[in-house]
C-alpha cells in the first residue's frame, strides 16, 4: 500500500462567527472581538490552502488529522465540505467543559478508515478565585479506533494545559499524562504490538521533564512510546514561538510496535509541515520563520495559525 500522512495541527481559535459585536470592555470567552463572517470565511480559507499546499508538497492528503482549538461541529461541517477534501472526510468531536470553549477533534477519510469505537477522557481539578473553591476544567482527550487496512489504530487527540500559570499548568499536564501513560501501558501489557499513536499540543518541548517521563517509566528502564519529534526538536525544528524562541509543543508519539519487524504498519519520518507559504512575511524581518497567524493578540493579523501542522508518514508493509 502507498504511504500515509498523519497530520496534528492547532488551528489558534477556529470559532464559529460570532453573532454580535463586543465592547472594548467586555471580551468574549473566545479573546477575539469582531469575530465575523468573513474573518470566519478567510479563516476557512486559510484552513484548506494549509492542506492544498501539503498535498502540492508531499503528494498526498492526510488519511488523519488531529485538531486543536476547534469550537463546534459547524466548524468541522463547514471544513469537510470544503473541495480540498472531496466529500471524503467524516470527523469526531465531542464538547468539552473547557472554559473557552475549544475542542480538540479528528478529521478522517472515510474511503481509507472505518471508525470503530470513540470516547472522551475529561480532567477536573480543584482551583479558586478570591477564596471560594472552583472546578477547573481542561479540553479533553479525545480516543477513537479505527480499522486501516488489516491493522488497527488507536489514536488519542490532546491540548494540554498553557505554560501560562507556569507551575500550575506543570502540575496538571503531568497528571494527565501519568493517568494517559497508564492507559497506555495496561494496553500495551494486553498487546505489545498495538498501533498506538498520540498527537497533540503538549505545552512541552520533547525534552521537558513531563514527556521525557511520558515516553519511559521506572527511571526511564522501560520505553512505553516513542517521540520522534525529540530529534526534530534536536535540530531545531520548530513548531511555535513565544517571542523568539522556538518551540515544538506539537508532537505525535508513538507505540514501539511501529518499529517491530513482524508488524503490518510502519513508521517512516516525523515531519514539521513549516512550509514557506505558512510562514510571516514581516516587514522587519523580525520573526523570520514564525507561523503567519490569524492574531496578534488583539490584532488582526488573517494568516493561517500561531502553529505549524505536523506530520508523521507511516505505511502498511506489503506481505
Given at each position: 500500500?502507498?504511504?500515509?500522512?498523519?497530520?496534528?495541527?492547532?488551528?489558534?481559535?477556529?470559532?464559529?462567527?460570532?453573532?454580535?459585536?463586543?465592547?472594548?470592555?467586555?471580551?468574549?470567552?473566545?479573546?477575539?472581538?469582531?469575530?465575523?463572517?468573513?474573518?470566519?470565511?478567510?479563516?476557512l480559507?486559510?484552513?484548506?490552502?494549509?492542506?492544498?499546499?501539503?498535498?502540492?508538497?508531499?503528494?498526498?492528503?492526510?488519511?488523519?488529522?488531529?485538531?486543536?482549538?476547534?469550537?463546534?461541529?459547524?466548524?468541522?461541517?463547514?471544513?469537510?465540505?470544503?473541495?480540498?477534501?472531496?466529500?471524503?472526510?467524516?470527523?469526531?468531536h465531542?464538547?468539552?467543559?473547557?472554559?473557552?470553549?475549544v475542542?480538540?477533534?479528528?478529521?478522517?477519510?472515510?474511503?481509507?478508515?472505518?471508525?470503530?469505537?470513540?470516547?472522551?477522557?475529561?480532567?477536573?481539578?480543584?482551583?479558586?478565585?478570591?477564596?471560594?473553591?472552583?472546578?477547573?476544567?481542561?479540553r479533553?482527550?479525545?480516543?477513537?479506533?479505527?480499522?486501516?487496512?488489516?491493522?488497527?489504530?488507536?489514536?488519542?487527540?490532546?491540548?494540554?494545559?498553557?505554560?501560562?500559570?507556569?507551575?500550575?499548568?506543570?502540575?496538571?499536564?503531568?497528571?494527565?499524562?501519568?493517568?494517559?501513560?497508564?492507559?497506555?501501558?495496561?494496553?500495551?501489557?494486553?498487546?505489545?504490538?498495538?498501533?498506538?499513536?498520540?498527537?497533540?499540543?503538549?505545552?512541552e518541548?520533547?525534552?521537558?521533564?513531563?514527556?521525557?517521563?511520558?515516553?519511559?517509566?521506572?527511571?526511564?528502564?522501560?520505553?512505553?512510546?516513542?517521540?520522534?519529534?525529540?530529534?526534530?526538536?534536536?535540530?531545531?525544528?520548530?513548531?511555535?514561538?513565544?517571542?523568539?524562541?522556538?518551540?515544538?509543543?506539537?508532537?505525535?508519539?508513538?507505540?514501539?510496535?511501529?518499529?517491530?519487524?513482524?508488524?503490518?504498519?510502519?513508521?517512516?519520518?516525523?515531519?514539521?509541515?513549516?512550509?514557506?507559504?505558512?510562514?510571516?512575511?514581516?516587514?522587519?524581518?523580525?520573526?523570520?520563520?514564525?507561523?503567519?497567524r490569524?492574531?496578534?493578540?488583539?490584532?488582526?493579523?488573517?494568516?493561517?495559525?500561531?502553529?505549524?501542522?505536523?506530520?508523521?508518514?507511516?505505511?502498511?508493509?506489503?506481505?
Open positions: 500500500m502507498a504511504p500515509e500522512l498523519v497530520v496534528f495541527y492547532n488551528t489558534e481559535n477556529f470559532y464559529a462567527p460570532q453573532l454580535k459585536q463586543y465592547p472594548r470592555s467586555d471580551i468574549p470567552k473566545s479573546g477575539l472581538r469582531n469575530w465575523n463572517e468573513a474573518r470566519y470565511q478567510n479563516k480559507l486559510k484552513f484548506t490552502q494549509v492542506f492544498n499546499y501539503l498535498r502540492l508538497e508531499e503528494g498526498l492528503l492526510p488519511m488523519l488529522i488531529g485538531l486543536a482549538e476547534i469550537e463546534t461541529n459547524q466548524v468541522l461541517e463547514d471544513i469537510v465540505n470544503q473541495d480540498v477534501f472531496k466529500g471524503n472526510y467524516a470527523f469526531v465531542y464538547d468539552s467543559p473547557d472554559q473557552r470553549g475542542d480538540t477533534a479528528l478529521l478522517y477519510d472515510k474511503t481509507k478508515l472505518e471508525l470503530l469505537y470513540s470516547e472522551v477522557y475529561s480532567e477536573i481539578f480543584e482551583g479558586e478565585i478570591g477564596m471560594l473553591p472552583v472546578p477547573s476544567t481542561t479533553d482527550i479525545l480516543y477513537a479506533r479505527f480499522r486501516y487496512g488489516p491493522v488497527e489504530l488507536s489514536i488519542y487527540v490532546l491540548h494540554l494545559p498553557s505554560k501560562r500559570q507556569k507551575e500550575v499548568g506543570m502540575a496538571k499536564r503531568k497528571i494527565i499524562l501519568d493517568k494517559l501513560q497508564r492507559k497506555i501501558r495496561d494496553k500495551l501489557l494486553q498487546n505489545p504490538l498495538e498501533n498506538i499513536v498520540v498527537m497533540g499540543d503538549f505545552n518541548n520533547p525534552t521537558e521533564a513531563n514527556l521525557q517521563d511520558f515516553v519511559a517509566f521506572n527511571n526511564k528502564s522501560e520505553i512505553v512510546l516513542i517521540n520522534f519529534f525529540e530529534e526534530l526538536y534536536n535540530k531545531k525544528k520548530f513548531s511555535t514561538f513565544h517571542r523568539s524562541e522556538g518551540l515544538l509543543f506539537d508532537q505525535i508519539i508513538l507505540s514501539p510496535a511501529f518499529l517491530e519487524q513482524e508488524n503490518s504498519i510502519e513508521f517512516l519520518h516525523a515531519k514539521v509541515f513549516d512550509s514557506r507559504h505558512l510562514i510571516e512575511r514581516s516587514p522587519h524581518n523580525k520573526k523570520r520563520g514564525h507561523p503567519f490569524t492574531y496578534a493578540g488583539t490584532r488582526y493579523l488573517g494568516g493561517y495559525s500561531d502553529h505549524f501542522p505536523v506530520f508523521i508518514k507511516i505505511k502498511i508493509k506489503v506481505k
